[in-house]
């Protein structure tokens, strides 16, 4: 006898199992995933006992979302003709020297750092790059891994106080932009050695904006890892907050910003947790945020501005199930444009969910086909995206399975 929860992934095991097992390590209940997939309470006990079949793959699919699984064999339990990544997108080509530059900490060097400016500026050209490239992930993969080991350097060789909170600033930077490199990518651990190591820097630096950022970016990544980590994102949100928001009468816009972004972050994740007064409200206090800040400021690492708060909007209503009024945000958000490429496609693909749950699918498409134009490697690792896609490749109308199929074979997920 033992006390172990079984592994859903040995076989034989039914479908229902495999997603009560799943469902249980994600600390979720019974009612939360109804509500999370649209169907009741007792459909999701009738399925886990076995009394239903499992569902289509529409249903499935939302499943997974729900659930935050990261392939669908996981759920399936048949990895020969269901091993389709969800959460995961396929690992990119630069992976492995972005690893290998994590890994190897240049301790036994003799080779002098390069000066602070000059990492800044090569940063500086970093997130413009990102911002402006539609293969962002291939213009920072290529540049990450010398800005890693240079950055780690300069942090070891600075020789005042001022010098170290300095590259400690810049090194909690690079940091950050590899988790950007790293996210939804088969590297889970990977992403969180580096969201760790960028925490322990912005602390070391002592600036208020590294801080903050580091902050935003690991609330990001306990929040992506499911339902059970939503209080430690909600802790270092909060955190974050109570110690910038005493700053914000001198602080400089950067810092305003990265208090909006951390605003909107609470926001979400509370909208996440389908609580709609507490998300909205966080997001008013993230645009009153915004709208302090100059008309065309635009933060280089959270995208934070008044641009992006109509697609913030959008994100609090899909994530709160609400089609009609994710419709209603995403028609009120046309009038922003928003300088960044992949936070342009993540806008579409926020929209292209808010037209899934409107029960509008041609126009999810359609959405769909502007962000991959937008960024084609935002769209490739998006869980949310490669669904719907999914989804409609199955439709009962020839003519989005086409469309539906078309997009699959560009995004890759064909080659899966």
């Known amino acids: 006898m033992t006390d172990a929860t079984p592994d859903p992934y040995a076989a034989p095991m039914a479908f229902g199992q495999r997603m009560q097992i799943l469902r249980q390590r994600r600390g979720m209940t019974r009612d939360v995933l109804a509500g999370l997939v649209g169907m009741s309470t007792s459909w999701v006990k009738r399925v886990e006992n076995g009394q239903l079949q499992p569902p289509r793959l529409e249903l499935m699919l939302r499943i997974a979302e729900a659930l935050r699984i990261r392939d669908l064999a996981e759920l399936t339990g048949r990895t020969n003709s269901m091993r389709v990544g969800l959460f995961t997108g396929p690992g990119h080509r630069r992976l492995a020297a972005v690893r290998e530059a994590v890994d190897l900490f240049p301790i036994a060097t003799d080779r002098p750092a390069p000066a602070a400016e000059h990492i800044r500026a090569r940063l500086r050209h970093a997130w413009s790059a990102r911002h402006s490239a539609p293969n962002h992930r291939e213009v920072v ?4 891994p010398d800005l890693i080991e240079d950055a780690q350097l300069a942090a070891r060789q600075a020789d005042s106080v001022a010098a170290r ?3 400690q600033a810049a090194l909690s930077e690079v940091y950050s932009l ?14 969180w050695r580096v969201a760790e190591r960028g925490i322990v820097a912005a602390q070391e630096s002592e600036d208020p904006h590294t801080i903050g950022v580091a902050a935003w970016l690991t609330a990001q990544a306990h929040r992506d890892a499911g339902l059970s980590h939503f ?4 802790a270092v949100t909060n955190s974050a907050l109570r110690y910038l928001e005493p700053l914000l009468p001198d602080a400089s816009d950067d810092v305003r910003a990265i208090t909006g972004a951390l605003q909107f972050e609470a926001g979400y994740t509370a909208a996440r947790r389908g609580d709609a007064g507490i998300a909205w409200r966080y997001w008013d206090q993230a645009e009153r945020t915004a709208q302090a800040l100059p008309a065309h400021y635009f933060h280089p690492v ?4 008044r641009a992006v708060m109509g697609a ?3 994100t609090v209503a899909v994530e709160l199930r609400s089609g009609t009024e994710s419709v209603r945000q995403a028609a009120r958000a046309e009038a922003a444009v928003i300088p960044s490429r992949p936070r342009r496609a993540r806008h579409r693909i926020e929209q292209a969910r808010g037209y899934q749950l409107d029960k509008q699918p041609e126009a999810a498409l359609a959405t769909l086909d502007q962000a991959y134009e937008a960024a084609p490697e935002t769209i490739r690792y998006n869980g949310y995206a490669r669904r ?4 409609e490749t199955e439709a009962a109308s020839p003519e989005r399975r086409r469309r539906a199929s078309e997009l699959a074979a560009k995004i890759g997920l064909l080659a899966e």
Do not use: M, W
């Open 165 to 167: 909170r300095a590259a």
């Open 312 to 314: 913030h909007a959008v």
């Open 141 to 144: 993969g290529a540049l990450l």
């Open 302 to 305: 959270t995208s934070f501005s």
């Open 388 to 391: 719907i896609v999914l989804e």
């Open 231 to 234: 209080d430690a994102a909600d």
């Open 178 to 191: 590899s988790q950007f490199f790293l996210a939804y990518q088969p590297e889970p651990a990977l992403l």
